[in-house]
C-alpha cells in the first residue's frame, strides 16, 4: 500500500490563482480531512468528508472547496488564493465511521503540499 | 469545545537525559488522545494512542505516555533519548462524533544536544 499521497509537494502561486491539491488513499478509508499547519499554530482542520458524496467545514473553511466523488480521493481546491493560505497543508484518513474505539480514530497522515502564496 | 494546550514550546535536553512532555486537554467525555512526531519537512508519524484501559500506554521508538483524568494531562517520555529524537511533538484529542476531528497543540520543538 502506497497509504495517503499528495501531489505536488511544493507549489508557488500568485494571489487570486486557483488550484487543486490532490490527496489520494489506496487504504479504502471512508473518512478523509484536509489540515493546515502553520508555526506556533499546530494542525487545523480545513475540511472532512466520511464517505464519498458527503463533505463538511472544519475549523477553517473559508477560501477552501472539496468533493468526494470516490472513496479514494479527496482534493482540496483553493478558489482564489490569498497570501494568508501560505501554509503547509495535510491529507489524512482513517477506517470506516463504523470502526469502532481508537481503530476508527487513528489518523494516517500524508507527506505535506507546502504552499506559497505571493 | 476540545482543546488541547502544550505549554512547552522547545526544549533541550541531552542525549542520553530523560524526557518529558507535557500535553493537557480539555473535551468533555472520555477522549481519544495521540502523540505524533514530525521530523523536519516530513508529516506526521503516529508515536501512540489512548482511549481506555491501563493509563500507561506504550508507543514506537521506546515512547510511553501517562493518562492522567484528574489531571486532564497526557505527557509523553522517554528514559534516554538519541539524537534522532530531535523532532517536533504533536498532541492530539479525537472526538468521538462522526467527525473524527483531531484537535492538536501547537507543538514542542525538541532539540537534542551531543
Known amino acids: 500500500n502506497a497509504g495517503v499521497t499528495q501531489t505536488p509537494k511544493f507549489q508557488v502561486l500568485k494571489t487570486g490563482q486557483s488550484m487543486t491539491l490532490q490527496c489520494a488513499q489506496d487504504m479504502n478509508h471512508e473518512y478523509m480531512s484536509w489540515y493546515r499547519q502553520d508555526p506556533g499554530m499546530g494542525l487545523r482542520l480545513i475540511h472532512y468528508s466520511v464517505g464519498a458524496g458527503i463533505t463538511d467545514q472544519g475549523e477553517v473553511p473559508n477560501g477552501y472547496n472539496v468533493s468526494r466523488s470516490t472513496t479514494e480521493d479527496f482534493p482540496l481546491r483553493l478558489l482564489s488564493a490569498a497570501p494568508s493560505q501560505t501554509s503547509v497543508y495535510f491529507c489524512a484518513s482513517s477506517y470506516s465511521k463504523w470502526a469502532g474505539g481508537l481503530a476508527g480514530h487513528e489518523q494516517y497522515f500524508g507527506p505535506g503540499t507546502r504552499l506559497t502564496v505571493t | 469545545a476540545q482543546s488541547v494546550t502544550q505549554p512547552d514550546i522547545h526544549i533541550t535536553v541531552s542525549e542520553g537525559a530523560s524526557l518529558e512532555l507535557r500535553c493537557n486537554y480539555s473535551?468533555?467525555?472520555?477522549?481519544?488522545l495521540f502523540w505524533y512526531v514530525q521530523s523536519p519537512g516530513q508529516g506526521l508519524q503516529l508515536l501512540l494512542k489512548?482511549?481506555?484501559?491501563?493509563?500507561l500506554v506504550q508507543g514506537i521508538k521506546g515512547f510511553e505516555a501517562e493518562f492522567k483524568r484528574s489531571q486532564s494531562s497526557f505527557n509523553l517520555r522517554k528514559p534516554s533519548v538519541h539524537w534522532s529524537d530531535a523532532a517536533e511533538y504533536f498532541c492530539a484529542v479525537g472526538s468521538s462524533g462522526s467527525a473524527r476531528q483531531l484537535t492538536f497543540g501547537s507543538g514542542t520543538q525538541l532539540t537534542v544536544l551531543p
Open positions: 473535551y468533555g467525555a472520555t477522549p481519544y
Open positions: 489512548y482511549f481506555s484501559g491501563d493509563t
